[in-house]
């Protein structure tokens, strides 16, 4: 694959802002290893190599098991993930793919009483945030494989 060109360095004022937001989502109130498990199953549904690359790497740094995100796209048939990474594995599901039906109400119900109100806005600007990051990977043709997580 061929990158298109490089939409990062290109637009690097969007990109800062939206790298404020990241720096916002690690102060926030959903914890590290959710924020990577919510970050890397939207990319599965996306199709976004780079960010896969890049989330799983972290997620892995981060101390998530192999097994774990392996089995992140079928999350639902696997009995290791708490009720809370299931809650926002659903609401991830549901805001990326908007156009299936919106974000259901019953969803909704579902999600609800496992986050606060401040935590289930984080949860949702996290998934904004990946998304937005998905569109700009994908089209632009960024090439995944370099990207190494920061020494901690």
């Not at 061929?2 to 109130?29: C, I, M, T």
């Not at 793919?97 to 109400?105: A, E, F, R, S």
């Amino acid at each position: 694959m061929q990158p298109r060109l490089n939409a990062f360095d290109l637009a690097s004022e969007p990109v800062k802002l939206l790298r404020g937001l990241e720096a916002y989502l690690h102060r926030s109130s959903i914890e590290h290893p959710l924020l990577e498990l919510v970050k890397l199953r939207a990319s599965q549904i996306n199709g976004c190599a780079y960010c896969l690359d890049m989330h799983t790497k972290d997620a892995r740094a981060a101390g998530e098991t192999e097994q774990r995100i392996y089995c992140l796209s079928a999350w639902r048939e696997c009995p290791f993930y708490t009720d809370r990474e299931r809650a926002a594995l659903e609401w991830t599901e549901a805001v990326t793919l908007i156009t299936n039906g919106h974000v259901p109400d019953e969803v909704f119900q579902r999600v609800r009483p496992v986050f606060t109100d401040q935590e289930l806005v984080d949860l949702n600007f996290a998934v904004v945030a990946i998304n937005a990051w998905n569109r700009l990977a994908i089209p632009f043709r960024a090439v995944p494989g370099t990207y190494q997580p920061p020494k901690k």
